[in-house]
C-alpha cells in the first residue's frame, strides 16, 4: 500500500456543475477525514467516518456538500451547483483509531486542486 | 473552542543554520497531542514531529525538535541544521478528539 490516494488531482469546473472527488485511504485504516485549504491557510476540517459510519458532518460548508463511505473503504466527496467560492484543495487524511487511544496520527493524500470558473 | 496560531506568515534562514517556528494553542482539554506538519510545494501534507501533551520531554526527530511550553500554551519548532528540501509550508496542529485544528502557516524560505 502506497499510501493516501486522491482523484482527481485536479479538477477545473464551471459554476453551477456537480463535482465529485474520490479518496482511497491506507487499506487497514478505519478513520477517513476531509479537509478543505483554501490558498494561505491551515486545512478546515470538514466531515470523518469511523468505517462505514459518518460520525461528524456538521461542518460541512452546506448543505450542497456531501460524503459518503458506504464500504468503509474509499470515500467520495460530492459538491452539488459549484459556486467559484468552492475553489480550493479538497484534502483526504486516513487514521487506524484503536479503542482507548487519544492519539491519532493522521496520514494526507495529495489533495484535490478544485477551480470553479 | 480549540485554536491554533502561528503568528509568522514566512521565516527564512540561511542553509545550514537553525531557524524556530512559533506556535500557540488553546485547548480545554486535558490530554491532547500537538503536531507539526510540512506541507512541500504540491506536494502531500507530511508529519514532522508530534508531542504527548502529557509528557514533559520534549519530542525530537533528527533535526527536528519541538520546545513544548505547556503552561503558556506555546509548541514551538526547531530545525537544526536547515537543508533546501526543508523549503515549505509547515503547520502546527492540535488533536481534538476525531479532528485537527490547523494554525494558519508559516512559509519557510531556505537560502543557499
Known amino acids: 500500500d502506497t499510501g493516501v490516494s486522491q482523484d482527481p488531482r485536479h479538477k477545473i469546473t464551471k459554476r453551477g456543475q456537480n463535482v465529485t472527488f474520490r479518496c482511497d485511504p491506507i487499506s487497514e485504516h478505519n478513520r477517513l477525514y476531509w479537509y478543505r485549504q483554501t490558498l494561505g491557510q491551515g486545512p478546515e476540517f470538514l466531515t470523518y467516518?469511523?468505517?462505514?459510519?459518518?460520525?461528524?458532518k456538521s461542518r460541512l460548508l452546506s448543505d450542497r456538500f456531501s460524503a459518503e463511505r458506504p464500504k468503509g473503504s474509499f470515500s467520495t466527496l460530492e459538491i452539488q451547483r459549484t459556486e467559484q467560492g468552492d475553489s480550493a484543495m479538497y484534502l483526504c487524511?486516513?487514521?487506524?483509531?484503536?479503542?482507548?487511544?487519544?492519539?491519532?496520527?493522521?496520514?494526507f493524500g495529495p489533495g484535490t486542486r478544485l477551480t470553479v470558473l | 473552542a480549540q485554536t491554533v496560531t502561528q503568528s509568522q506568515p514566512e521565516m527564512s534562514v540561511q542553509e545550514a543554520e537553525t531557524v524556530t517556528l512559533s506556535c500557540t494553542y488553546d485547548?480545554?482539554?486535558?490530554?491532547?497531542?500537538l503536531f507539526w506538519y510540512k506541507q512541500p510545494p504540491s506536494r502531500q501534507m507530511i508529519l514532522v514531529i508530534r508531542?504527548?501533551?502529557?509528557k514533559q520531554q520534549n519530542a525530537t526527530e533528527n533535526r527536528f525538535s519541538v520546545n513544548f511550553q505547556k503552561a503558556a500554551k506555546s509548541f514551538s519548532l526547531k530545525i537544526s541544521d536547515s537543508q533546501l528540501g526543508d523549503a515549505a509550508m509547515y503547520f502546527c496542529?492540535?488533536?481534538?478528539?476525531?479532528?485537527?485544528?490547523w494554525g494558519a502557516g508559516t512559509k519557510l524560505i531556505i537560502k543557499p
Open positions: 485547548t480545554s482539554e486535558s490530554d491532547y497531542y
Open positions: 508531542q504527548e501533551a502529557y
Open positions: 467516518f469511523q468505517n462505514e459510519a459518518q460520525l461528524e
Open positions: 496542529a492540535s488533536d481534538s478528539n476525531y479532528q485537527l485544528i
Open positions: 487524511a486516513s487514521s487506524l483509531q484503536d479503542p482507548g487511544t487519544v492519539y491519532n496520527e493522521q496520514f
